[in-house]
DNA sequence: GCACACTGTGTGCGGCGTACGCAGACCATA
DNA sequence: TATGGTCTGCGTACGCCGCACACAGTGTGC
């Protein structure tokens, strides 16, 4: 009888805790978590471009090629540093709506995306397997429970809410970091678009209001438009 | 009298056409949009690992050292070859409503992502300013002419849309250049997600329909979602 | 007690971005 | 037309990077 595991990347295996139980050779000094650890405390100081084989296992005191018995390539690294930074979603309010739910969600994931930046830099070139990533898709997924939402509703559903947080952490992160940025970008966007080329640009610039940002609430009103979208394609469902 | 025009950096200066003319020295052999064509066909060919200094050189003929005469940094790089990949978007045709127009867009936009998913990988760190990205800008204000959207409506809308597509190409970016890599992710995913700790999505994995999955159709119902949430605001500005 | 799989180390390779100094080309001015 | 100054393009070199590979030591299962 085969079991067929579908087998996975070392990585997520050690992610997983799926380890084969006592080998020969001497015991593996760490966790990879820990390797994740240090990674995720080099990337929050100084950004993606501060994490290196090198630089992670220097953090660790050891040597540089100690870290391949744990990770096969770089971007293992990557797998695993993302799975040690999300941490786990708070559990689902099962007093709030569905909307309140998502809400609370996405305000979650928002935060542990300023919380750690460079997130949004990693090249990742798989769908999400490791444990923690599950959780907050699981946590997502809760929040459509009682609506009629199919199960492929709810998983686009929850792609949707996802993009838009990723999307706009993305848009403001620089922004963030200095606060000068976007008047400098309006008054160089004022001198680029010329009404003549480019009118509907040059007219929103006349806009009032458009200096001060308010993160907080661009970030509510722009999740209540898809949230919008969201309700209207329950209430179809309905019928 | 002082022009004070907010100084632009180099390379978008130059993008601009903003050159200050005649002056002693030989002439540049060339404009900085071949240097991006160049590494636009490298980046098209091999991914944007394949663009480096020395490899867009070559392409042109030229040695390593010599770009940086039309380029400050890498980073400027990406900034030509993002004006270079997204082209001029089609005009907006006056004769559909605002959600015509909008999708119409959107799939351009989309359609340019499939034909370059390295622009999706290119780390940027600054909002765009460069021609042919404020032209895109430009097209999909255009979009909403005519609608009650205030000036601060049509952009949040816009990013909206923007965010919307971005993200969903890059969902699918690996799952276009590898059509069982959907199937084995769910495979790999019944597997991780029992349903004593993932109920959700466990369930969401019997429900039928989950292994064909239609880009297409998929793009146009997650778009339709965002739209009628713009669609709710609109009816929330005509009162 | 023995064999052997496994861990951690050292060396080294090829490639990267780019700082810097130099030769020659070309224009503005005299 | 002669000249000076400045810009272009090139060569060299440096310090990083990810990682292949061979090697020594370690501890478990037989």
Chains 1, 2 share one sequence.
Do not use: C
């Amino acid at each position: 009888m085969e079991t067929n595991e579908v087998e996975l990347p070392r990585v997520l295996q050690q992610l997983w805790g799926r380890e084969g139980p006592a080998r020969p050779g001497p015991k593996p000094t760490f966790h990879i978590s820990e390797i994740g650890a240090a990674a995720v405390r080099l990337a929050d100081a100084g950004g993606l471009g501060a994490v290196s084989m090198s630089k992670v296992a220097a953090e660790l005191g050891f040597t540089t090629m100690s870290l391949y018995r744990y990770v096969e390539a770089k971007d293992d690294l990557y797998v695993v540093m993302l799975d040690e930074a999300f941490g786990k979603p708070a559990p689902v309010d099962e007093a709030l709506d569905w909307r309140g739910r998502i809400t609370a969600w996405a305000e979650q994931l928002r935060d542990a995306l300023v919380r750690h930046p460079w997130v949004l830099q990693v090249p990742l070139f798989e769908a999400p397997l490791s444990p923690q990533q599950l959780d907050w898709m699981e946590a997502a997924l809760r929040a459509f429970d009682g609506t009629p939402l199919t199960p492929n509703d709810q998983l686009s559903s929850m792609m949707l809410v996802n993009i838009y947080v990723r999307g706009t952490a993305q848009l403001t992160a620089h922004l963030r970091t200095d606060d000068s940025a976007d008047q400098l970008y309006a008054r160089r966007l004022a001198m680029l678009a010329t009404p003549d080329r480019f009118p509907a640009i040059a007219a929103s610039l006349q806009s009032p209001g458009q200096l001060d940002i308010d993160f907080e609430d661009d970030f509510q009103d722009g999740l209540d438009v898809v949230l919008d979208g969201i309700q209207q394609l329950i209430e179809r469902r309905k019928k």
